[in-house]
């Protein structure tokens, strides 16, 4: 994966907040902080959420508004991308690295005027090169009608506020866990041959337990997880608290 | 002589924490916040409450405003002060303001003028009773800090 490192490694310099990490040889698992996007319009909520992440080994971009988020990740400019042929090099996830930030997971405040946490979950599963970054939604109205609005619209997770610690912790074991997966997925598009090569010679052999078992040019992997098991709910905390998917979708 | 008052302002300060604790001013969010507190954030829990004192201050007037306008009908917009006020409540801990604003909203759903009246001043009295405490127990910090000469974060003291 040659040209993904130096694409990422473009990307980085870019970035307005520069990850500390050395240039990547060969995938994005070497990076061992997970970035997460967190997006609340209560100043409070933002300082505390943040705080979390970073007590929890987490690089944290903070928003107040759904706008803000999506100006962020890029994503404001990206439909007409998307839109066009992506044959070149400049296609959907490569264009919006350079435009935007490169994060591992969004965690959301439902109610927020303007655009709620609902809406920007839309826009980024409606995004070809954002979907597959996990969205979570906070709240602290536990309504089911929403909650389940959420999860159809394919957030990965619904946590009550206020949030904990033990739910930020949760939540970064499993997306450092899955985030192996994601960048096989979003580098797909920038060097499927290459992938196909190392994929040949990973699954020849048994695989590790995150490594993806079907091939490259799948939309998602079905649940691969059921090995490693952070996202199993009753092993990690009380059902009320969070609602969970059982597959990444 | 110096440790004697370290040691003196400590037990005071989990005193008074524990009376919060169990007149229900305080939950356990609390003292979420004060594990979040550390040599790389040493004030983040005075800097988090001062930004709800600066918060709730403004709501509570907008509230106040809204309620002694005569031509008030508004519930909407007292709705969505509250919200916000029930938000920020939750997230640093404050259970009574919190649960005198649940009461509130139910009141100005209910277009009860006079319900939320009363549920105004409760808060106000509510909110002050809580500002004077965590007053209180920053000042205890503050003293306890000079007295030690270093800084020790706040959660060692439980």
Redesign the interface.
């Known amino acids: 994966m040659g040209s993904n490192s130096i694409v990422s490694n473009r990307w980085m310099s870019e970035k307005m907040n520069c990850l500390d990490l050395s240039p990547n040889s060969n995938s994005d698992n070497e990076e061992e902080e997970v970035h997460v996007l967190a997006v609340d319009d209560s100043l409070i909520d933002r300082k505390v959420i943040e705080r979390l992440l970073k007590i929890s080994s987490c690089k944290v971009t903070a928003v107040d508004s759904g706008w803000g988020a999506l100006k962020l990740l890029g994503l404001l400019d990206d439909d007409e991308e998307d839109k066009s042929s992506s044959s070149s090099s400049s296609s959907s996830s490569s264009s919006a690295g350079f435009e935007g930030l490169k994060v591992d997971l969004i965690i959301t405040d439902y109610c927020m005027p303007g655009m709620t946490g609902y809406e920007l979950l839309k826009k980024i599963k409606e995004s070809s090169s954002f979907r597959e970054i996990p969205v979570v939604i906070m709240s602290s109205e536990n309504v089911m009608a929403r909650i389940d609005r959420c999860l159809e619209e394919g957030a990965e997770e619904f946590i009550a506020k206020p949030v904990k610690l033990s739910d930020v912790k949760r939540l970064r074991d499993y997306y450092m866990a899955t985030r192996e997966i994601r960048s096989v997925q979003s580098s797909s598009n920038v060097n499927k041959r290459k992938l196909q090569e190392s994929f040949d010679v990973s699954t020849s052999s048994s695989p590790p337990s995150i490594s993806p078992s079907p091939s490259p040019s799948s939309a998602s992997p079905p649940s691969l997880f059921s090995s490693s098991a952070p996202c199993s709910p009753s092993s990690l905390d009380s059902p009320t608290r969070r609602i969970k998917m059982t597959s990444f979708d | 002589m110096l440790g004697w008052g370290v040691d003196r302002l400590r037990a005071d300060m989990s005193r008074l924490l524990a009376i919060l604790f169990h007149q229900g001013v305080l939950d356990e ?1 609390f003292l ?2 004060q ?2 507190q ?1 040599e790389s ?1 040493p004030n ?1 829990v005075s ?2 409450v001062n ?2 004192f600066h ?1 709730s201050e403004k709501l509570l007037r907008n509230l106040r405003g809204l309620l002694l306008d005569r031509e008030f009908s508004d519930y909407k917009k007292m709705g969505i002060h509250l ?2 006020f ?3 409540s ?4 404050a259970k009574r303001v919190r649960n005198v604003c649940v009461a509130f909203r139910a009141a100005s759903e209910q277009n009860n003028r006079a319900g939320c009246l009363r549920a105004l001043e409760l808060l106000e009295h509510e909110y002050c009773y809580l500002k004077n405490k965590l007053h209180e127990l920053f000042q205890m910090e503050q003293q306890r800090v000079l007295a030690a000469g270093v800084r020790y974060p706040l959660h060692q003291q439980l």
Do not use: W
Request: hydrophobic share 30%; charged share 15%; proline share 0%.
């Open positions: 969010q979420q916040l594990q979040l550390d954030s983040f800097e988090v930004i709800y918060e919200n916000q029930m938000g920020s939750s997230s640093i801990g």
